[in-house]
């Protein structure tokens, strides 16, 4: 089992950064596909970012590419956002995630990570 805690969500004004954090137990995480997920309200859950268990693998979607970055410190078990320029159309509830494994193929798909944080809001105001 592994549990994921997020942190690092807040309420800022239009390009202005973040960085969020999510914590995981269990030992094995670090060789774990992690990813970071957002949902906006009346909106389905997409893709933000995804990393491979070392870091040197990273996929963004398109929306955030260039802005945000994903990096892990696999020796606290932590994978971070680090979200620059936010924009009003960033904001959205954001979820860390873990496959529990290590194939990084089809990494944007939710349905393909069984581990998932309880989320932490995120408002950017124009």
């Known amino acids: 089992q592994v549990q994921l805690v997020e942190s690092g969500g807040g309420s800022v004004q239009a390009g202005a950064s973040l960085r969020l954090s999510c914590v995981a137990s269990?030992?094995?995480?670090?060789?774990?596909?992690t990813g970071w997920f957002r949902q906006a309200p009346g909106k389905e859950r997409e893709f933000v970012a995804a990393?491979?268990?070392?870091?040197?693998?990273?996929n963004y979607a398109d929306s955030v590419k260039g802005r945000f970055t994903i990096s892990r410190d696999n020796a606290k078990n932590t994978v971070y956002l680090q979200m620059n320029s936010l924009k009003p159309e960033d904001t959205a509830v954001y979820y860390c995630?873990?496959?529990?494994?290590?194939?990084?193929?089809?990494?944007?798909?939710?349905?393909?990570?069984?581990?998932w944080g309880q989320g932490t809001q995120v408002t950017v105001s124009s």
């Open positions: 990393s491979n268990w070392s870091g040197g693998n990273t």
């Open positions: 269990g030992r094995t995480f670090r060789t774990y596909v």
């Open positions: 995630a873990t496959k529990g494994a290590d194939y990084y193929s089809e990494y944007a798909k939710a349905e393909k990570y069984n581990y």
